[in-house]
Nanobody, 121 residues
Framework: QVQLVESGGGLVQAGGSLRLSCAASGSIFSINAMGWSRQAPGKQRELVASITNIGSTNYTDSVKGRFAISRDNAKNTVYLQMNLLKPEDTAVYYC???????????????WGQGTQVTVSS
C-alpha cells in the first residue's frame, strides 16, 4: 500500500507565497517522476510541474518563473514553492508520483488527496 499526503495549502493574498509538500509512504521500492497538478472549479486538471528522479524539471507556461518544484529523495517528498501568486492560481493542487512497489515490482502512478490553494485579489 502506498500513500501520498499533501500539506501546505491555504489562503493567501495576491503576490504572496505558499509552499506545498507531498510525502510518499508505504511499500516503496523506487520513485520515478513526481509532479503537481491543479484543478480549478469547472476546469480540467492540468499538470503544473514535474521533476524526474535525477532532478530534471518541467513547468506549464503560466507558472514559469514563479513556481519551483523540488524533491528530497531521502524523504520521498516533493515540494512546490509558489511565489507571486495570482487569483488564477486558485485551485485544488494534487501531487502524483510514479512508484514501483517493493513486494511486487509493479510501477503505478499514485495521487494524493489534494490541498486547496486560494489566492485573494
Amino acid at each position: 500500500q502506498v500513500q501520498l499526503v499533501e500539506s501546505g495549502g491555504g489562503l493567501v493574498q495576491a503576490g504572496g507565497s505558499l509552499r506545498l509538500s507531498c510525502a510518499a509512504s508505504g511499500s516503496i521500492f523506487s520513485i520515478n517522476a513526481m509532479g503537481w497538478s491543479r484543478q480549478a472549479p469547472g476546469k480540467q486538471r492540468e499538470l503544473v510541474a514535474s521533476i524526474t528522479n535525477i532532478g530534471s524539471t518541467n513547468y506549464t507556461d503560466s507558472v514559469k518563473g514563479r513556481f519551483a518544484i523540488s524533491r528530497d529523495n531521502a524523504k520521498n517528498t516533493v515540494y512546490l514553492q509558489m511565489n507571486l501568486l495570482k487569483p488564477e492560481d486558485t485551485a485544488v493542487y494534487y501531487c502524483n508520483a510514479d512508484i514501483t512497489t517493493r513486494i511486487i515490482k509493479i510501477r503505478l502512478n499514485y495521487w494524493g488527496q489534494g490541498t486547496q490553494v486560494t489566492v485573494s485579489s
